[in-house]
């Protein structure tokens, strides 16, 4: 293996330059060419190619977002699209490719290399942390970080106008985030995808904080809450079944993708782009990189797509006790 491409595609997340950073500088270790492609697989289609180096990825590792583009590829779905990326990828003389994204990303990944056998290794990049195989995906830490002082900054309005205010966060089909940054923040509920606790569970923990002594309160809420009621919808719940309450709401939205990685998610990112490029080159392929007991570990693509990552059941019952 010659020359090796590496790309970022579907949501950005912070820390996808740090491993873009760590593909390029393991290729130039082990004297491989690499080839940057911007904007995901429609960039492959298009052969928007810039060749990279060690030295052309300094001072990148502290950056939020990716230097290479991101972009959605609706021709990457149909056969023509994916012959243009394949020929584009023979007329560069690329020998494999690292794909630096979510699920979505390496479904397409699985499938460019089942068609074309285009040797493929995937990275996890997603703020969600919703792929199978790893304990953490490249810029979690970081959003949840990010999410948890933004919620700290309400808390001090909350508190100074004695409101409650629902903040959702991102996760449309895991509550990672919320649930994390709930019990990180002290929140006194938290509604995710997986738990489905109903309305007349949050108006009863809600009524047992006012009776407590609790001036204000917090709800975290993921974008995916099975309540079957978007977050101002349960702000106006609340505000008709408990009108002692002054209610407020907060969304927090694209702020938890955006801004300068943590050290978390740069070692890590750092970590996983030496692991890809070396797998590429130990002949492997078709596989994810992941963390797993703080360990570097592999994972079928095809499983990292067809499974789910667990909700930590511990973690809710924590988050139970201490909303008591």
């Known amino acids: ?3 090796i491409g590496v790309m970022t595609s579907g949501g950005d997340a912070p820390g996808m330059n740090a491993a873009i950073r760590s593909v390029v500088r393991t290729c130039a270790y082990y004297r491989v060419q690499c080839v940057g492609i911007y904007r995901g697989y429609q960039g492959l289609i298009e052969g928007d190619f810039v060749p990279m180096t060690a030295r052309g990825v300094n001072n990148i590792i502290q950056k939020g977002g ?3 583009k991101s972009a959605r590829s609706d021709e990457f779905r149909t056969k023509e699209g994916r012959e243009k990326a394949y020929d584009n990828c023979k007329k560069h003389n690329i020998d494999g490719l690292v794909v630096i994204g979510g699920d979505g990303s390496f479904t397409g990944g699985v499938v460019f290399n089942e068609e074309f056998n285009i040797p493929i290794i995937g990275i996890p990049g ?12 490249i810029g979690y830490d970081t959003a949840l970080n990010t999410a948890m002082e933004a919620i700290d900054k ?3 309005t909350a508190s100074s106008h004695n409101r409650l205010f629902f903040v959702e966060v991102m996760g449309r089909d895991a509550g990672f985030i919320a649930l994390n940054v709930g019990v990180g923040a002290g929140a006194e509920e938290i509604l995710i995808p997986e738990e489905n606790l109903g309305l007349e569970r949050m108006l009863e923990s809600l009524k047992k904080s006012k009776y407590s002594g609790k001036s204000s309160s917090i709800v975290v809420v993921s974008e995916g809450d ?5 977050v101002y ?16 709401v907060s969304v927090l939205g694209h702020i938890q993708r955006g801004g300068s990685p943590s050290c978390f998610d740069r070692v890590l990112a750092s970590r996983m782009g030496v692991k890809a490029v070396e797998l590429l080159l130990d002949g492997k392929y078709s596989l994810m990189v992941g963390l797993k007991d703080d360990k570097i570990v592999t994972t079928d693509l095809i499983n990292a797509i067809k499974g789910a990552g667990d909700i930590n059941m511990e973690l809710i019952r924590v988050s139970d006790i201490m909303t008591t």
């Open 1 to 3: 293996m010659k020359k």
């Open 66 to 68: 990716t230097i290479l």
């Open 126 to 137: 997603t703020i969600d942390n919703d792929i199978f195989g790893t304990t953490h995906t």
């Open 154 to 156: 309400i808390r001090d």
């Open 226 to 230: 099975k309540s079957g009621k978007n």
């Open 233 to 248: 919808e349960l702000a106006e719940y609340v505000e008709k079944n408990l009108p002692e309450y002054e209610v407020r």
